[in-house]
């Protein structure tokens, strides 16, 4: 009896994840969780990752410059023993351990060590804008089927009204209160609903396609139904003092930095070098078989390399002017894209809202063409017409409401922000 609650315990244990994985895998998604998903996937992001690693292997190189080295060097040398000369030996052999260690090489190797940190941090930011720009691609996909799934649904009522109107007519006709005209237009406008909706539908299934290859989801999970409400919209300053912290702005930062120190480095080939190096020998013959070690200190003092260092410093520092109008530029695009943005927005909302008023009226004046057409003061064609008005504003307003949602989503990655 005990073994048999021991093995249900065990099998409870085991099915409890998979159910959760599954509950999981069934739950509705939200932009933040489609957000999660496509940094994940997102092979742009991965490609920005490696470029930080690769910095960081620069750094090492540089680092690599100042330390010492060592190293075990053998050679096995054959000479010619015959004939008057004195040398007799047919092999050569020689072991030894050499040491060099750079003393002087104008601060090259540490200003390189100093740009491959700027570096290292450009990529960084780059890597940081790239998961913003990234935000926006999904709130587009994420929104547009939400907004195609809702334009499905106002259309799917309007075909709905559109056949509960062929019925009252069909009953109308029968007892000689309407004409079959009127059924036919009535079917007319039926058969172009039904034509938009299946636009509709192809438009969602792209949208549907978009948003699963941007998060490596397939099938696409279901989406979350509810509207996700926007806070308050602040004025337009707030948003551009968040300017010079975008992370684009700051890897152009940086690159400006990495491009100052490479004129240093460009500088150094102005200066002397010097080295000391050292062998430590373990087997030598001949002559100098009882030479253990030595050193040697070499010092090279650049004289004249016909202008090379000079072309260096000269193609380092337009570099590093390039990166500082590159600086400008990227400093006033931002603010140009977070007016941009802000103004769109806000002619957006201003929008929504008319358009929201513009339901309100034409859904008062399909009810009271409605009621005239019972009453016999209307013909049927002012309630389609009623109808379509109020469909197309209908439809007008979804558009209009997920175009501030995206909208926002642009304001905000345009300032440097993301979920």
């Known amino acids: ?15 409890r994840p998979a159910g ?3 509950d999981e895998q069934t739950a509705p998604l939200t932009l933040a969780d489609c957000y999660a998903l496509a940094l994940k996937r997102s092979e742009e992001v991965a490609i920005r990752k490696e470029l930080v690693a690769e910095s960081e292997a620069r750094f090492q190189q540089a680092l690599s410059g100042a330390l010492p080295r060592a190293s075990f060097a053998a050679s096995e040398k054959r000479q010619d023993g015959t004939g008057a000369s004195a040398f007799t030996l047919r092999n050569v ?8 260690q750079p003393l002087f090489s104008g ?10 940190r700027h570096e290292r941090s450009q990529r960084e930011h780059e890597v940081r804008r790239a998961e913003q720009l990234l935000l926006i691609d999904v709130a587009e996909a994420y929104y547009l089927v939400r907004q195609q799934r809702e334009d499905l649904q106002a259309l799917q009522t309007t075909r709905e009204a559109l056949n509960q109107r062929i019925q009252v007519l069909t009953e109308r006709e029968r007892l000689g209160r309407s004409r079959p005209s009127e059924r036919a237009s009535v079917r007319s406008r039926l058969r172009r609903i039904e034509a ?13 396609h978009l948003l699963g290859f941007l998060t490596g989801t397939a099938p696409l999970p279901p989406l979350a139904d509810a509207v996700e409400g926007l806070p308050p919209l602040e004025q337009e300053a707030a948003f551009l003092a968040k ?10 930062e940086e690159a400006v930095q990495v491009a100052q120190k490479q004129i240093g480095v460009a500088r150094a080939g102005y ?5 000391l190096d050292s062998n430590y020998y373990t087997e030598r013959v001949g ?3 009882p030479v253990e070690w030595d050193v040697t200190l070499s010092v090279d003092v650049p004289i004249f390399q016909g202008g090379q260092v000079r072309g260096e410093v000269r193609q380092a520092a337009a570099q590093a002017r390039q990166a500082q109008w590159a600086l400008e530029r990227i400093r006033r695009s931002a603010a140009l894209d977070i007016r941009d943005a802000y103004t769109g927005l806000t002619a957006a909302q201003a929008g929504h809202d008319a358009l929201t008023q513009a339901q309100a009226a034409a859904e008062e004046d399909y009810r009271l063409q409605q009621e005239d057409y019972q009453l016999n003061l209307v013909n049927i064609l002012y309630v389609l017409e009623a109808l379509e008005d109020l469909q197309a504003v209908r439809r007008q307003v979804i558009a209009a409401q997920y175009d501030v949602h995206r909208r926002y989503w642009r304001l905000r990655v345009a300032t440097g922000d993301t979920l």
Not at 107 to 116: C, L, P, T
Not at 271 to 275: A, E, F, I, M
């Open 107 to 116: 601060f090259k190797e540490f200003i390189a060590m100093a740009g491959s």
């Open 287 to 289: 002559a100098s078989a």
């Open 93 to 100: 052999p020689e072991r030894k351990f050499v040491f060099s």
């Open 243 to 252: 300017a010079g912290a975008r992370s684009d702005v700051r890897a152009a």
């Open 271 to 275: 200066w002397p070098s010097v080295d």
């Open 196 to 208: 938009e909706l299946e636009g509709a539908k192809q438009v969602e299934a792209t949208a549907m």
């Open 20 to 22: 959760a994985a599954a």
């Open 1 to 15: 009896m005990k073994q048999t609650f021991l093995l249900f315990l065990i099998l409870a244990q085991l099915l």
